[in-house]
Nanobody
Framework: QVQLVESGGGLVQPGGSLRLSCAAS????????MGWYRQAPGKQRELVAA???????NYADSVKGRFTISRDNSKNTVYLQMNSLKPEDTAVYYC????????????WGQGTQVTVSS
């Protein structure tokens, strides 16, 4: 099993920045891809950004150029630096870890609230 603990959410004004962290523990050697998803009220959970153990990353179009995902494999931690935040970025952000080889396994954190409002 893998446990994920997120931190760093909060309230920020439009145009501001926040940095989310997600620390993994347990069977971390089995993790390939880590990422961040978000879910706004009344909407489906969506991928924000993901990064492989090798450092390859991908982003949702809505956050490209504003958000940066990074990963410290020595600390089993993934980060999401969020700049130029907009009210539409308001959501619960969930950390995700995935074993990409058979048997595929997916793990989720408990979520952290990000609110962008003046």
């Amino acid at each position: 099993q893998v446990q994920l603990v997120e931190s760093g959410g909060g309230l920020v004004q439009p145009g501001g920045s926040l940095r989310l962290s997600c620390a993994a523990s347990g069977r971390v050697g089995s993790i390939n891809t880590m990422g961040w998803y978000r879910q706004a009220p009344g909407k489906q959970r969506e991928l924000v950004a993901a990064i492989t153990s090798g450092g390859s990353s991908n982003y949702a179009d809505s956050v490209k150029g504003r958000f940066t995902i990074s990963r410290d494999n020595s600390k089993n931690t993934v980060y999401l630096q969020m700049n130029s935040l907009k009210p539409e970025d308001t959501a619960v952000y969930y950390c995700n870890a995935r074993r990409d080889v058979f048997p595929v396994k997916v793990y989720w954190g408990q979520g952290t609230q990000v609110t962008v409002s003046s």
